[in-house]
């Protein structure tokens, strides 16, 4: 019976913390958020989708809710944190790269002109991408993030950038999960960088991050395999990227999704728009005191065509400002 | 106290259900085993992972376990069943492409000449694939996938294909889950076909499937999002794109792989050369009475270097004939 003890073991420990944080929190799971419409709908799709013998009753594993990333779970201003990361390892690798002081767009950023940088626009930002985020192994890559996550600080609030994470969503997270819910993050951020901290910061493990990624290709060196990050784009996960993406990982719809901007419309889409008790909901950035407040005209971030439709749609928009008690949990 | 009892449940039915596997089975869990070394191996590789306080304990989180689908959990001969699938979609698609009767390798195929068909090799089975597989929804695609699943014979045995799995290896799946770790399939077959019935044959989720995959385009439809299945490449999930399959969908490195062909071999290289706790192992076909006897010489599920490296590495290498008790549940 120690077979059946070791077994019985792993499932009676989730039970015991279970009570421990039913008590300790009692009925509510979200108490970052204030009383209203959005946490209502929240609140009431779970219990609509999880009581046994409910028309709407959904079975555990096609309990499939997916989160975009920036803007959504953490921070995305002055500008994504990945860039930022990536803007940091050019002035690193500069030695390495004489030939950059003549070359745009690092010629500017080393001179400290990051507007004239990213004047170039999409292509400045990916060849900044693939000349800090290519040419290693995975191995040394996620290494590489592992040191930046653990020392830099966020530009405005001197925070870790693990910090820049939205209490009320990290509750949803929570809730979603304890009520059976599969979470996923589905963002057009590298699908490398955020797994280091996936799963410290959201406990999303590495095989629920949905991402954009270069191609690597595997190597034996002197005996070892590894597989190295080459300068070649493989997958774009943002717009109609991501229920493809979706697909590709997940290969079953989801019935909740979560995003913040423009860029997770389709994703809203292929989740809400089929029939069936389905949830989705855009997080509005409207507190330009605790957060930022930006929307329709934003370049990151722009939250428009989205924002139309959920009107449409009647999909839940949080109002960051009235609907969030809390917004980062360093707050005083 | 509702909502926790709603949870707890979800946990106390998988325990309760093991009380009654445990005791059904008694201490062990791979019945259609012979006593062996390839039995053996399995068993202590588990136990030792699993044993807490031991220095190979591996964290449930990290215990990854990834099995080739054609030639390791069911059959491949007389040809890889997804092509026996496009075989049959190339007859039923005919009097939508006259073309076809002029055109290789399509006209030989419907006057009855496979040999003919396939003397193009990979590039006429490509056309094949890509003219059945490509051109629907996804979901049209899963619907036609599950019709023929539920109806089409194996020419040798006259067997649904969904019933010419290997009964060893189901009980492997159920063991290793048992014992806290997640399966995967990873294998050259395409990722939607396998997802169809990989849940009900194996126990294996649409979302741990890795395998070969077209490119897929996002639409709104009358209002309707679908993604339409382009006659495109995406993925190739076979070889050195194993590992690169792995990282992609999974994001850490499996702890034991199975395999049978050196298709296989770099996915159990990537699993297996690392230090630490590892299994690896190969099915070798030397059945040719139960099943069918093949290895270095085929060009089917070839197992010529994977075997070489194996006697070096040290890998377990089941004798289908001497190591299986049983190899298909419907054999009296």
Redesign the interface.
């Known amino acids: 019976?120690t077979?059946?003890i070791?077994?019985?073991k792993?499932?009676?420990l989730?039970?015991i913390l279970?009570?421990f944080a039913?008590s300790a929190q009692g009925?509510d799971?979200l108490p970052s958020w204030n009383e209203g419409r959005a946490k209502q709908s929240i609140v009431s799709f779970v219990e609509r989708v999880?009581a046994q013998g409910s028309a709407d009753f959904v079975p555990?594993?096609e309990r499939?809710a997916v989160f975009d990333n920036d803007g959504t779970l953490w921070a995305e201003q002055p500008m994504y944190f990945q860039l930022l990361f990536a803007l940091h390892r050019v002035k690193v690798l500069a030695p390495q790269h004489p030939e950059w002081a003549s070359q745009e767009p690092f010629a500017s950023l080393l001179k400290g002109d990051l507007k004239g940088a990213l004047s170039g626009g999409g292509t400045a930002i990916m060849q900044i991408v693939m000349a800090t985020h290519s040419g290693m192994t995975?191995e040394e890559f996620e290494q590489i993030v592992r040191d930046w996550t653990a020392s830099a600080k966020h530009p405005k609030t001197g925070q870790l950038y693990t910090k820049m994470v939205y209490q009320p969503m990290l509750e949803v997270l929570a809730y979603l999960r304890?009520?059976?819910f599969?979470t996923y993050i589905v963002s057009g951020g590298g699908?490398?960088f955020m797994?280091v901290f996936s799963?410290e910061v959201y406990g999303i493990?590495?095989?629920q991050?949905i991402g954009s990624?270069g191609?690597?290709?595997?190597e034996?060196r002197d005996?070892?395999?590894l597989?190295m990050r080459l300068a070649e784009v493989?997958f774009i996960d943002d717009k109609?990227?991501k229920?493809?993406g979706i697909?590709?990982?997940?290969?079953?719809r989801p019935i909740a999704a979560f995003g913040n901007s423009d860029g997770d419309l389709?994703m809203l889409?292929?989740t809400c728009?089929?029939p069936g008790p389905r949830f989705c909901l855009f997080v509005r950035h409207t507190d330009g005191d605790r957060e930022w407040a930006y929307d329709r005209a934003s370049s990151i971030g722009r939250l428009d065509k989205g924002l139309d439709e959920a009107g449409i749609m009647n999909w839940t928009v949080v109002d960051m400002k009235t609907d969030w008690r809390k917004v980062f949990a360093f707050e005083p």
């Open positions: 019976m077979y059946f070791r077994v019985a792993s499932y009676l989730p039970i279970l009570v039913s009925a799971a999880t555990v594993p499939i995975t304890a009520n059976g599969k699908i490398d797994r799963e493990p590495p095989e991050v990624s191609k690597t290709k595997f034996m005996g070892t395999p597989l493989n109609a990227g229920p493809v697909h590709q990982h997940i290969g079953r389709q889409q292929w728009r089929p």
